[in-house]
């Protein structure tokens, strides 16, 4: 089946810090591609996504560009604040038999300093 | 504003004894979702619901069972817990996608821990 690889963590950053989060996947098809951030004490939330090849997902500062050639979507972000400090999950949209369901990496744990 | 609510934050229960783990939507969603998440080992899907008294196995179904009898409801059962099935539960829900992809939106989670 299909499957996503992110970048083992934890991973530690200067308040203002370039950040990138690197994101693979492997697919038969053509998913969606979505990040998600995990804030702590809280359920997951959506930060960005992107539907087909070349798109560019954008929220909050982070970006993403789905990128076909390298099957990856990597999450950048130019400048981190300690309130990014979350978990970070990299997910793609797989279609079996008629139904959609999403695939996780194993997520990605940031911490930003002051 | 979009709302996924479960009804537990924290449960703790013994070897052996039935659990239930409700997840309540208020957003008229089709779709529900119940994940496990487990450090170094980020969500795995463990049942699912296109929509009322319909249910579909996800990668890890097995001490699990699910019930939906109402479009706003998905109750997750352990009939008989084991320490194993100690973890972090997160219910999902979704519109039903036509043409394009929509998102999850995600509970806050109910910490089980199984003694």
């Known amino acids: 089946g299909d499957s996503v690889t992110q970048m083992e963590g934890p991973v530690t950053l200067s308040e203002e810090a370039f950040l990138t989060i690197n994101c693979t996947y492997t697919?038969?098809?053509?998913?969606?591609l979505f990040w998600y951030v995990q804030y702590p004490g809280e359920g997951l939330q959506l930060l960005l996504k992107?539907?087909?090849?070349?798109d560019k997902g954008s929220n909050k500062g982070f970006e993403a560009t789905y990128r076909k050639e390298t099957t990856s979507f990597h999450l950048e972000k130019g400048s981190v604040q300690v309130s990014d400090s979350a978990v970070y999950f990299c997910?793609?949209?797989?279609?079996?038999?008629?139904?959609?369901?999403?695939?996780f990496g194993k997520g990605t744990k940031l911490t930003v300093n002051p | 504003d979009v709302k996924v609510t479960q009804s537990s934050r924290y449960l703790v229960k013994r070897t052996g004894e039935k659990v239930f783990l409700e997840c309540v939507q208020d957003?008229?969603?089709?779709?529900m979702f119940w994940y496990r998440q487990d450090p170094g080992l980020g969500l795995r899907l463990i049942y699912f619901?296109?929509?009322?008294?319909?249910?579909e196995k996800g990668d890890i179904p097995e001490g699990y069972s699910v019930s939906r009898e109402k479009k706003e409801r998905f109750s997750l059962i352990l009939e008989s817990a084991s320490t194993n099935q100690t973890s972090m539960y997160l219910c999902?829900?979704?519109?039903?996608?036509?043409?394009?992809?929509?998102?999850?939106?995600f509970g806050p989670g109910t910490r089980l821990t199984v003694t």
């Open positions: 957003m008229d969603h089709e779709n």
């Open positions: 697919a038969t098809g053509y998913p969606s």
């Open positions: 619901s296109y929509d009322v008294k319909m249910k």
């Open positions: 999902a829900s979704r519109h039903r996608p036509g043409a394009t992809v929509s998102e999850q939106y």
């Open positions: 992107a539907t087909k090849a070349d």
């Open positions: 997910a793609l949209s797989e279609t079996q038999g008629g139904s959609e369901k999403l695939v």
